[in-house]
């Protein structure tokens, strides 16, 4: 369908088949790796080599293995919603195997390019989307001791290369010679660049009250139990973390924004002429995004890596045995819970795509530029006069801190009762489509 509404009529396959293109690429990668760590293979201090490379390695089997992973959930889901079953078959279970059944199909597939394609500029779109979304998780931390690089600036360090896949989604309409995919990548460089501003005021709420950039001393600050996460410190807060997840979905290309995309109008959007490998790497950059606006939002605002405990209750733990010390990060501080937190808004993400209808293009810039970006210009500073004249430790903070948890706890367990009522009642919401598996499956 993409080359019939593409402008030029006659469609032309790529010489060299999709399976010469990424080992090419990994050769040249790993080339450039080598010329880079040259000088340190002759230091003596080699252990930080080492780092280097077990952290390279470690993030890109998370995010691998996360996008993989989410896209069959992101199916389930969507599934479920629409009382369906989704994939079943794949690897048995609930079709658990279905994204690596897909991945081996993608990867053998051959590029296609339009007659008047930059060929160059095509290829080179879906790596530098998928770079800097792989790239960022350096910087993320999954706990104090879980960071591949803490830096001081680790929340700009972020903030620049999520914004930086914009050039991916630009170079990827422009060089497919396609009016859809060059009216997408438009869409997305027009809202991007505009949600950056609003998310970019919200962050700064949480800046001002903890004092740094850093993310792994943000995340400290909140290891005193549910009420000490940042969201519940005062109402302004809680409204910047609103605005913030808001922004993600905008940047993220997540309905009810997800208008780079929009199948109904766009066919695909910017990537509607991509196929195999390059393809899905457009996906696994964006479900890397996702969960990196989830994590983040989970640092800035409820609470990092540390559960609703006060950590302070299991700090004999830390240095007891093996065992004590699994047993401290599971119940009170440690990665699982930063991933679980991420996880959820992920699953937040999903179920506002499959629930909310696809806004105009005017609709979304109305929302960003006279609803949002006033909103948090002002939070912002109402939040700093707050910070001037109510003391930390006073009643007024203290009594704004209590009313906020509360919301947090309730809005907590509204959700919960939720899910617990349609796992409850399942068979007479829905019917008997979404639970009684086919034959077989």
């Given at each position: ?345 992920v699953y937040v993400q999903m179920w506002l795509r499959w629930t909310l209808p696809r806004i105009r293009l005017d609709q979304v810039m109305y929302a960003c530029v006279q609803v949002m970006l006033p909103l948090a210009m002002l939070n912002l500073l109402a939040h700093a006069v707050w910070q001037w004249l109510v003391p930390a430790d006073s009643l007024l903070a203290q009594i704004a801190n209590g009313v906020c948890t509360a919301i947090g706890a309730v809005t907590i367990v509204a959700i919960l009762a939720t899910i617990a009522y349609g796992l409850f009642h399942r068979r007479r919401l829905v ?11």
């Open positions: 369908m993409a080359a019939c509404l593409s402008p030029v009529g006659a469609v032309r396959v790529g010489t060299g088949v999709q399976k010469f293109a990424f080992p090419i690429f990994l050769i040249l990668l790993l080339a450039s790796i080598a010329l880079a760590w040259a000088p340190a293979l002759l230091w003596p201090n080699k252990p930080l080599l080492v780092r280097d490379v077990l952290a390279v390695v470690g993030v890109v089997a998370f995010v691998s293995l996360f996008a993989m992973f989410a896209i069959w959930w992101e199916r389930k889901v969507a599934a479920r919603i629409q009382s369906r079953l989704g994939p079943m078959r794949v690897g048995g279970w609930h079709g658990w195997a279905q994204s690596l059944a897909d991945g081996l199909k993608l990867f053998q597939k051959e590029d296609i390019f339009l007659a008047g394609a930059d060929r160059p500029l095509y290829r080179l779109a879906a790596y530098i989307a998928f770079v800097p979304a792989l790239c960022l998780f350096l910087a993320l931390p999954f706990s104090t001791a879980w960071i591949a690089r803490d830096l001081d600036v680790g929340l700009i360090f972020i903030l620049a290369l999520l914004g930086l896949g914009v050039l991916g989604v630009l170079l990827a309409g422009w060089a497919s010679n396609n009016k859809w995919s060059i009216y997408g990548a438009m869409r997305e460089a027009c809202q991007m660049i505009s949600y950056e501003i609003p998310l970019g005021f919200a962050l700064l709420v949480p800046i001002l009250t903890a004092g740094t950039l850093r993310l792994t001393a943000i995340g400290d600050l909140q290891d005193a139990g549910f009420p000490s996460w940042l969201a519940f410190h005062n109402p302004f807060l809680l409204i910047a973390a609103v605005l913030f997840f808001v922004a993600t979905l905008a940047s993220c290309k997540r309905a009810p924004f997800d208008l780079p995309e929009a199948e109904s109008e766009l066919v695909a959007g910017y990537h509607t002429e991509y196929s195999g490998f390059r393809w899905a790497l457009f996906f696994f950059a964006e479900y890397a995004e996702m969960f990196a606006a989830g994590a983040l939002a989970a640092i800035l605002f409820f609470g990092a890596w540390h559960s609703p405990l006060p950590a302070e209750w299991g700090r004999t733990w830390r240095s007891g045995p093996l065992w004590q010390q699994a047993l401290h990060g599971v119940l009170f501080s440690g990665p699982l819970w930063l991933i679980g937190k991420g996880l959820f808004f019917g008997t489509l979404v639970v009684d598996h086919r034959p077989g499956a």
